[in-house]
Structure formats: C-alpha cells, structure tokens
C-alpha cells in the first residue's frame, strides 16, 4: 500500500496533466542516492583523476574543483526551484516546454537524452578500463572489450527491467557505499603518506603534453588556459544529478524531495569528492612520475602507499561502486526515455512509452537505453565520450533554467514549495555563462571530436524541428501554457 503522501504527489502530478503510471516508492534519501550514485566521485573523479593531474598539476585539484563545484551547484540550485514547481518525470525536457516553448523543450531533451546515454556508456567503459588495469588483467583487444562492456550494460537492463524497488535498494546501498568507500580512502592515504606536501595544492605544473607516449592534453603555454583544462577533472565528475528529476513520479513528497536530491547531490560530492582528490594527490609519491602514469595514476599510488590487502579491498569496492553508479545512469537515461516517448516526441513511442505490468518499469525505455549506449563503445574513446556527454548534459540543465529566468514574473508566477527568491534569476545567469564556458573548453583537443558531434547534432535538431517537428510535436497534455 502506498504511503499517504503519494496522494498529494498524484494530485499534483494530474494537475500537469498527467496520471500516475510509474511505481511511487522512493524515499527522499533514495531519490538523493540516485544523483549521489550518477555523480559517483568514485567513478569520474578516479577515472577522470589525471585529466585534472595533467594540465595545471595540483592547483587544478586544490583550486579548481571546488570553483567548479560552486558553478554546479548554481545550476544545481536553479535546476532544483524548477523541478520543485513541476515534479515530472523527464524534468528538465517537460520545464523547456513549459518555460520557454515546444521549441525549448524538444532540444531541451535531445540534449539531454544525448548526453544521458553518452554519460552511461562513459561510466561503464571507465569501469571496465579502470578494473582491468587496477588488477593486472591482460587486455583481451577491443572486440573483447566492446562485449564486456555491452554485457555489463544489458546486467544492468536486467536489474532495472525487474521495477524501482529492486533499483532503489542498490542505488541506496550504492549511496552508502560511495561515501563510506571515499572516507575509508580519504583517511588511509593521509595516514599512510609518510609527507603530506600541502603546497601542491597552489602549486603550478604544466605538465601537459604528457604522458609522453599519449599526451592527455597537447602542449600549452597559457597558464589561464592550462588552469581551465583541468576544470574537466570536476566537471566530468560533477554530472548525472538531473537524475533525482528523472524520478520525480517515482518519488514521494516529490515537491520538496526532488529539489533537496539534486541540490545534496551536488553538495555532499563536492566536498567529500574534494577531499578524496586532494588525498590522492597528496600521496602521489612523486608527482613528475604520476603524471607519467597517465590513467593507471589513482590505482598505482594506492598500490603504492596502502598494504596490499587494504589497496585491493578498496578497489574491488570502487569498481563495485562504479557498476552501480552505470545502474543509477541507466536509471535516468530510461525514464528520460519514457517521459519524452509519453508526450509522443521519439519514434516508436508508442513502444517506449510502455510501463511493465506488476514493476511498474518502463521496460522498452530500459532497453533501449541500454542498447543505445552500448553501441557508442564501438565509435570513440573514453575521454571524448566523456567530454561530449558533459557538454550535451550541461547544455540540457542550463536551457530550461535560462528559460525559467525569461518566464518568471511573467508566465510564471507560483514556485513550488523550494525556492530561490530573488537570487535565482542572478544564479541563472551564472549558469547559463558558466555553461558556454564548459563547451569551449570541453571540445578542445584531445577531445576535438567532440565539436563536430555538438555542431552537427544542433545543426539536425535545428532541420528537423523547424523540417517537420515545429508542426508534429504537441507537447505535453494541454500545451505548453502554465496553468500552476
């Protein structure tokens, strides 16, 4: 039997026209668990580790994640006074629609399911790379590797295919694990440092054009451009909240539990994510030579420093830890999935729309996603997947956001009960900047692949909208008029 505040949650939901079809069980912790489990700071943040190493050194790590940091939870607190006035699912495609347009939201959630699938095939090829080099295992070639990982994802289908309750139990426990694995980490490397150089922390280093035999980033001389490189570290990290409004119909109190997920999400893995980082590199043992390590630095400083017993302990946690946090990404990519599919906006919605008798999963939503990723392995690497899932995440957080600072006191007028006041139109601001700034820097080579994608996929989604789309696609129920 449903707990009495899912009457509420679908008398609100009914109000923006429509019924409660997805199984309303989450918890307000377990709808934070879930963006906790997408940013996962022991996924991109160790993965990720020496994109940050290898441009500007430390003062990357000690000064550039938490100015990162700050910028997402701007967008995060903007995103979170949207989503607490409009708790669907599919959030942030349903807020363009109703914010800025049919226009808005259409591109709002291509972008956004672009990246949604991008970041999951990102997480779980990072889980793959990290786990056979964090275990000696021999590389078996990339046809290996591509079934791997595919195999990995369709697990995670599986466990999702069988509804939220199971789901949510392993996002939950995935949540604990995060942060218990992170502090566990954090103070057994500060322990086991026999000299912690707190001064790289501001220190300068411009170690790019290495590693030697496969630079991370080409050779560069502007120290402000090198600083911004090494941005992507926390950026790449900080990604996947919009999860906790992906499940807004499956999450009771979702008015106030959603907007209290995303903003927690962020917060709590910015400042245990900061703290895991600056221990990694204040236990490098010679930094010249961990950025010579390349990727394998995080797994070969902890070899280094840690008894064996306690090193291998911790890293069968994190790849554990990383498995599901590919779990929670499939989660969200899915219902995104299925809420656009809802409102008729994919082809074969009427497939994707389906909900799993008994579950209450979207299941063709769950698989398609899940497909749809694992086909991305076979066509770039790691980083530029990364990059584009960032830049195409980012750019779907910051459209309905930007259209919420046009609207607001004009077409809309009543906030849900989590609110920014005046301060949201400022941050909105900042965010839409801070947005522009993170695409310039996320498709600079290495990761030069990337423009190209972004250019051509706006290009198409600007032919096809205003080809055919502009006369198709309706919206959601009622149109794209605030009736709150």
């Not at 309303?24 to 190493?53: D, K, P, Q």
């Not at 363009?96 to 699938?117: D, E, K, M, S, V």
């Not at 139990?169 to 995060?178: E, K, M, P, Q, V």
Request: a positive charge; hydrophobic letters at 50%; aromatic letters at 8%.
């Amino acid at each position: 039997m449903n707990p009495p505040e899912s009457s509420t949650d679908e008398s609100l939901l009914a109000r923006l026209g429509y019924r409660q079809e997805l199984a309303r069980r989450m918890s307000g912790f377990s709808n934070f668990a879930i963006s906790l489990s997408i940013i996962c700071i022991l996924a991109g943040g160790i993965t990720s580790f020496h994109v940050g190493l290898d441009s500007a050194g430390g003062i990357s790590i000690g000064l550039g994640w938490p100015l990162t940091c700050l910028f997402s939870l701007c967008v995060a607190a903007t995103m979170a006074q949207v989503g607490s006035a409009f708790p669907t699912a599919g959030g942030l495609y349903h807020w363009g629609c109703l914010l800025g347009g049919r226009g808005c939201g259409w591109t709002t959630a291509w972008f956004n399911l672009a990246g949604l699938i991008t970041v999951l095939a990102a997480i779980n090829a990072g889980t793959h790379d990290f786990a056979v080099a964090a275990f000696g295992l021999k590389s078996s070639g990339p046809a290996v590797r591509l079934g791997l990982v595919v195999a990995m994802t369709l697990s995670q289908a599986v466990l999702n295919h069988r509804g939220i309750r199971l789901t949510t139990r392993l996002t939950d426990l995935s949540g604990w694990l995060i942060l218990g694995i992170a502090a566990a980490l954090t103070v057994s490397l500060l322990v086991a440092t026999p000299n912690l150089d707190w001064s790289r922390l501001w220190t300068f280093h411009n170690f790019t054009g290495l590693p030697e035999a496969g630079a991370t980033f080409p050779k560069q001389t502007s120290p402000l451009w090198i600083f911004a490189l090494g941005l992507l570290l926390p950026a790449y990290t900080l990604t996947g909240f919009d999860a906790s409004a992906h499940t807004a119909e499956e999450t009771l109190d979702a008015s106030r539990n959603v907007p209290r997920g995303i903003v927690r999400a962020v917060a709590v893995s910015g400042l245990v994510g900061w703290a895991l980082v600056v221990a990694i590199l204040l236990a490098i043992p010679d930094l010249s030579a961990g950025v010579a390590q390349g990727a394998d630095v995080v797994h070969r400083t902890m070899r280094a420093v840690l008894p064996g017993p306690l090193a291998t302990l911790l890293l069968i946690g994190i790849v554990l830890v990383q498995y599901l946090c590919g779990l929670a990404a499939l989660t969200s990519a899915s219902r995104m999935l299925y809420a656009f599919a809802r409102d008729g906006g994919l082809p074969g919605s009427t497939w994707l729309k389906r909900v799993q008798p008994g579950t209450g999963s979207p299941s063709v939503a769950v698989w398609t996603a899940a497909i749809l990723s694992g086909a991305l392995i076979l066509l770039l690497p790691y980083e530029t997947i990364a990059a584009i899932g960032t830049v195409f995440l980012y750019v779907s957080y910051v459209l309905p956001v930007a259209a919420g600072a046009l609207a607001i006191g004009r077409s809309w007028h009543q906030m849900g009960p989590w609110h920014l006041g005046a301060a949201f139109r400022p941050l909105a601001v900042v965010s839409a900047l801070g947005c522009v700034f993170l695409v310039v820097i996320g498709v600079q080579p290495p990761n030069q692949q990337a423009l190209p994608i972004l250019i051509g996929t706006t290009v198409v989604m600007v032919v096809v909208w205003f080809g055919f789309e502009r006369r198709r696609f309706q919206g959601p129920p009622g149109g794209v008029e605030l009736k709150r």
